[in-house]
Nanobody, 119 residues
Framework: QVHLVQSGGGLVQAGGSLRVSCVASGSIFSINSMGWYRQAPGKQRELVATITSGGTTTIADSVKGRFTISRDNNKNTVYLQMNNLKPEDTAVYYC?????????????WGQGTQVTVSS
């Protein structure tokens, strides 16, 4: 069994910074990609950033230059550093890991973390 637990987030004023983290635990053989998605009220979940096991990153245009994704493979953890936050960044942020557990590779999701940016 695999579990993802998120931490961080919260309330910040526009222009401020926050960091969210996500750690995986359980029966993990390997982790391929890690990523962050977000869902604002009334909107579909959208990709924010991903990072491969080799460290290659993909960043959404809407956050490029402001958000940074990183990972610590030894700790099965992914981070999202969010700088110069804007009110439109307000959303629930979810981490996503592609994990090989036993003979099965599948995507796992974190529980979600609220990020609220006030103007």
């Amino acid at each position: 069994q695999v579990h993802l637990v998120q931490s961080g987030g919260g309330l910040v004023q526009a222009g401020g910074s926050l960091r969210v983290s996500c750690v995986a635990s359980g029966s993990i053989f390997s982790i391929n990609s890690m990523g962050w998605y977000r869902q604002a009220p009334g909107k579909q979940r959208e990709l924010v950033a991903t990072i491969t096991s080799g460290g290659t990153t993909t960043i959404a245009d809407s956050v490029k230059g402001r958000f940074t994704i990183s990972r610590d493979n030894n700790k099965n953890t992914v981070y999202l550093q969010m700088n110069n936050l804007k009110p439109e960044d307000t959303a629930v942020y979810y981490c996503n890991f592609n994990i090989l557990s036993g003979w099965t590779r599948r995507d796992y999701w974190g529980q979600g973390t609220q990020v609220t940016v006030s103007s």
